[in-house]
């Protein structure tokens, strides 16, 4: 494990600079220039082609619905689009990419000079950053290698390598962020609630699943340090002083960006603290560990190679197609939060937690589902926030849906099951175990309501606990609760408190 500096000493010798890559796997029902599907989960060189496996002889087509979705995010980030473009041939070897190049686009991307603001909590309370965007542009998927053997699942120790071109020329939109300075001590977060607004926004759009977990949506995360002492904070001109940066590529949850940017700005400064220099390159985050490690140095721009790809015709969106798609697009993502802020009652507490715990989406979708505002988010801040930390995972990752979350409350209404018994039904979500209600079939979770099960008990609790009794005859009504507890514990858990209650006084009062 490499040196750290403690995160506090990073920041009081050093300003950091924060830049991100986000990789968007497009919903097209197609590829990028090609017919073949797009389906998730697919046997192994199943969806393949002469084209996307790069074949002599093969020519590419732009798949229209990929472009329309390019313009949409680049509108929904206040970008310019393009009135003309082009695709671009990005040369470089990997198993992976079976041309030995990408398509993609360089110097012409379809949409730039944008911007997002997002919202974190900051020393001294909601802080707005501006996020600028330098481009989104047009581009496709590689394929994916799997390495055999070894202890890490990378290249390195491994007894052979497999090759998987079924993601090979998926869609890809590729938004890159100019460097975000002035954050300090807050960068982490800022990170983390950019890749959640980024997120929330193109579900919005409709243009991807952004499953995180099955790498629709990755992260690179750019990072350098410059030192406090040189000027940069008080240079009105904007001009800022950056260092070396390094690139962690493919960071593929939100917990895992925020972790990632902070254990990178204590190992650079840890690194330019000993007097050593920074090696521009990429890395590898490791989830299980917290750390990151190198992986190879970084190209630049001329290593590549790039030039015009031949075998496709420029795009020039028609102006009257953009302005049809800027007056479609679903309302920004600072109103529609202030707008559910609005119908749900939540405060600003409540609303930024929400967010914070990348969980909007999730609440918004279970109360479309049925359940209320207060219990939708009962239940994804509370219950499945705390598996999510437990695990290590996010929250959207557990395999629990909105419509899972509405119908165990539903359940919950209906007096079929309480909160506890809720509880043992999202283990059993979590667990894959089927749907709320086969869960509580299986797992025989229903309360009990047959009365005369429920009045033995209560007279079991009554004999087991005589002086309780008593006070109760006595008048001491809150005594109750004991034997209500009681039981419940004999019942386990699976009886109605509120009857248990009425039986228990109206035996004893």
């Known amino acids: 494990m490499s040196e750290l500096l403690s995160y506090d000493e990073a920041l009081e010798r050093f300003d950091p600079a924060l830049g991100l890559e986000v990789h968007v796997e497009l919903n097209t029902a197609s590829k990028m220039f090609c017919g073949c599907p797009t389906e998730f989960g697919a046997e192994p060189n199943t969806q393949t082609c002469p084209t996307c496996l790069g074949l002599p002889g093969s020519m590419p087509v732009v798949n229209e619905i990929a472009v329309e979705s390019a313009i949409r995010i680049g509108l929904a980030l206040n970008c310019e689009i ?47 950053v501006r996020v600028d965007i330098e481009r989104a542009h047009m581009e496709e998927d590689t394929g994916k290698s799997l390495h055999v053997g070894g202890a890490t699942g ?15 020329g998926i869609p890809l939109i590729e938004i890159v ?3 975000i300075l002035g954050t300090r001590e807050i960068v982490p977060l800022v990170a983390k609630a950019y890749v959640a607004q980024l997120r929330d926004l193109l579900l919005g759009l409709g243009v991807s699943d952004v499953r995180m977990e099955q790498g629709s949506l990755r992260c690179d995360v750019n990072l350098s340090l410059a030192p406090r002492d040189d000027g940069s904070e008080s240079d009105n001109t904007g001009r800022h002083s950056l260092g070396t940066r390094t690139e962690t590529k493919n960071v593929n949850s939100l917990r895992s960006v925020e972790r990632a940017v902070r ?21 590898h985050w490791h989830e299980d560990t917290g750390i990151t490690t190198s992986g190879r140095e970084k190209s630049d721009a001329e290593d590549y190679r790039y030039f015009p790809e031949p075998d496709l015709v420029p795009v020039a969106p028609d102006k009257e197609w953009v302005e049809r798609l800027r007056a479609s697009l679903p309302e920004p993502p600072h109103e529609r939060r202030a707008r559910l802020q609005a119908e749900w009652g939540f405060s600003d507490l409540d609303m930024r937690d929400t967010v914070g715990a990348g969980a909007l989406g999730l609440v918004e ?18 219950e499945l926030a705390r598996r999510a930390n437990e695990t290590e995972t996010d929250i959207s990752a557990l395999g629990v849906t909105p419509a899972h979350v509405a119908r165990v409350q539903a359940l919950v209404d209906e007096g079929a099951i309480n909160d506890k018994l809720a509880r043992q039904v999202f283990d059993g979500l979590v667990a894959g175990e089927g749907t709320p209600d086969e869960i509580v079939a299986a797992r025989g979770l229903a309360i009990v309501s047959d009365e005369g099960a429920l009045s033995a008990a209560v007279d ?20 109750a609760g004991a034997l209500i507890g009681a039981v419940m ?21």
């Open 82 to 128: 393009a009135e003309w473009c082009r695709f671009a041939r990005k040369n470089y070897f990997y198993p992976d990419m079976p041309k030995n190049f990408q398509t993609s686009q360089y110097d012409e991307p379809i949409a730039f000079n944008g911007w997002t603001d997002v919202v974190v909590e900051g020393p001294e309370g909601p802080q707005t």
């Open 460 to 479: 079991n609790a009554i004999a087991a606990n005589p002086d309780v009794a008593d006070k109760i005859r006595d008048g001491k009504v809150a005594a």
């Open 263 to 283: 254990y990178e700005v204590q190992r650079h400064a840890a690194v330019l603290t000993s007097g050593r220099p920074i090696l521009q390159e990429t890395r």
């Open 177 to 179: 962020t100019r460097p």
């Open 154 to 168: 990378r290249i390195h120790g491994a007894d052979y390598s497999l090759v998987d071109y079924n993601r090979a």
């Open 489 to 509: 514990k004999e019942m386990k858990g699976q009886a109605d408190a509120a009857r248990v209650r009425e039986l228990v006084l109206e035996k004893l009062t």
């Open 365 to 382: 979708a279970t109360i479309a589902a049925g359940a209320t505002p207060q219990a939708a988010r009962k239940w994804w801040l509370g």
